[in-house]
């Protein structure tokens, strides 16, 4: 079965610092993998997916996470932290050969310092 | 805006009581997918409807059920409740065949 783990439930950066989010899939083939981003109070945005091709994907909002197969990673980055960056991160999986469910990690609040 | 609308933004109620959750997907999109996230379970795939025909099933209880009408919204329908149902009730939607859904505002559902 798919799983995704979200390490770290809580990341604190200074703002213009790196920003660096980790995931892990479980999966038997290369699933799918998704970010998304949730502001207080709202719903999930999409900040970017890999679904082939360029295992280096950019999203929007200056992120940007890369596919590594032999890590069975899709860490999200972004160059600057801005104090509007502090939400809640969630990576996703999503089987390819299956339905199109999406399985969630757990999260990570991102807190950003001023 | 996701394009993916949901009704009511807050519902309140007691346990025992049944409720009704509404989405309207973006226009064209024919799959509806519903979620639950709770602090305890975190986002939690409840189940897609496609065209009208349910597609996947999560952890759904019994419960509780949905439906997708012929002009593609949907509803989750919640019965007996309980308060651990207590919880953030997300639709989404997508295109046909498409991976990538686009979330509703969600629904905020509180049990007393």
């Not at chain 1, 390490?7 to 920003?19: D, K």
């Not at chain 2, 025992?16 to 602090?39: E, K, M």
């Not at chain 2, 349910?54 to 509803?75: C, M, T, V």
Request: with cysteine.
């Amino acid at each position: 079965a798919q799983s995704v783990t979200q390490l770290g439930s809580h990341v604190s950066v200074s703002e213009g610092a790196l920003v660096l989010l980790r995931c892990n899939y479980s999966s038997s083939v290369p699933p799918y993998l998704f970010w998304y981003v949730q502001y207080p109070n709202q719903g999930l945005q999409l900040l970017l997916k890999y679904t082939t091709g360029a295992t280096l994907v950019k999203g929007i909002n200056g992120f940007e996470a890369e596919f590594k197969k032999s890590e069975t990673s899709f860490h999200l980055t972004k160059p600057s932290a801005h104090m509007s960056d502090a939400a809640e991160y969630f990576c996703a999986v999503s089987d390819r050969g299956g339905d199109d469910k999406i399985i969630f990690g757990k999260g990570t609040r991102l807190h950003i310092l001023p | 805006d996701s394009g993916v609308t949901q009704t009511p933004k807050h519902l309140i109620t007691a346990t025992g009581q049944r409720v009704t959750l509404r989405c309207s997907p973006r226009s064209g999109d024919l799959s509806v997918y519903w979620y639950q996230q709770s602090l305890d379970q975190g986002l939690q795939f409840l189940i897609q409807y496609y065209n009208g025909e349910e597609r996947a099933k999560g952890n759904i209880l019994e419960r509780f059920s949905a439906q997708q009408f012929p002009d593609l919204h949907s509803e989750l329908n919640l019965s007996s409740l309980e308060l651990g149902d207590s919880a953030l009730y997300f639709c989404a939607s997508s295109v046909a065949g498409g991976r990538t859904q686009y979330f509703g505002p969600g629904t905020r559902l509180t049990v007393l």
